[in-house]
């Protein structure tokens, strides 16, 4: 069964700077894109970020392009966001989800359960 | 980037009926969209992708259909467990979510 934990979230004030991870399980991590998707509080899903299974191809949102970096360890399974530059905007449920394909096809067919940023002074 | 817009935002509805949620991309996106049902408090969980594809385990009662602007997710007879939030995805260029529609108790 797949599995996708995230970690890493919490309170921080605006201008700093956040390390999410999402560890997997389940399945054969280095065969698949990973993503994260973002949901602010009573609002919609935002994608912010995908990761092909090699990081060869790497992609952003526009509200994040600049200021948040995706990577992966293939031999520990993990998925990173580094988030910089934080604003109040940024607040949101983050989650992890595995992609079908090795590339970004989009088509997430799993997810994390999700971890909560607040950026706030 | 493209943008995803879905209509109606909300839907009221009684358990049975017929259910054609709507989906507009901003330039085309060949088949590569996607539908994801969203309860309360729980991750996003996929239902169709490739327009009209269902996802492992989903029910047919759920159809999707359309190719390149115009896309249609059909729920032919609505059950109690499918009250919830709609949203349609592309990932011809990069990704987007369209804004989600609310499917409620009429």
């Known amino acids: 069964e797949v599995h996708l934990v995230e970690s890493g979230g919490g309170l921080v004030q605006p201008g700093r700077s956040l390390r999410l991870s999402c560890v997997a399980s389940?399945?054969?991590?280095?065969?698949?894109?990973m993503h994260w998707v973002r949901q602010g509080p009573g609002k919609g899903l935002e994608w912010v970020s995908g990761i092909s299974f090699n990081s060869a191809t790497i992609g952003y949102g526009e509200s994040v392009e600049g200021r948040f970096t995706i990577s992966r360890d293939n031999a520990r399974n993990s998925l990173f966001l580094q988030m910089n530059n934080l604003r109040p905007d940024d607040t949101a449920v983050y989650f992890c989800?595995?992609?079908?394909?090795?590339?970004?096809?989009?088509?997430?067919?799993?997810w994390g359960r999700g971890i909560l940023v607040t950026v706030s002074s | 980037e493209i943008e995803m817009t879905q209509s109606p935002a909300t839907l009221s509805v009684s358990p049975g009926e017929r259910v054609t949620l709507s989906c507009r991309a901003s330039q085309g996106v060949t088949a590569n969209v996607a539908w994801y049902q969203q309860k309360p408090g729980q991750a996003p969980r996929l239902l169709i992708h490739?327009?009209?594809t269902r996802a492992t385990g989903v029910p047919t009662r759920f159809s999707g259909s359309g190719y390149g602007t115009e896309f249609t997710l059909t729920i032919s007879s609505l059950q109690s467990e499918d009250f919830a939030v709609y949203y349609c995805?592309?990932?011809?260029?990069?990704?987007?979510f369209g804004q989600g529609t609310k499917v409620e108790f009429k």
């Open positions: 995805q592309q990932y011809s260029d990069w990704v987007t």
């Open positions: 989800a595995k992609d079908r394909y090795t590339n970004l096809s989009g088509g997430l067919p799993h």
């Open positions: 490739t327009v009209s």
């Open positions: 389940g399945f054969t991590f280095d065969d698949y894109a």
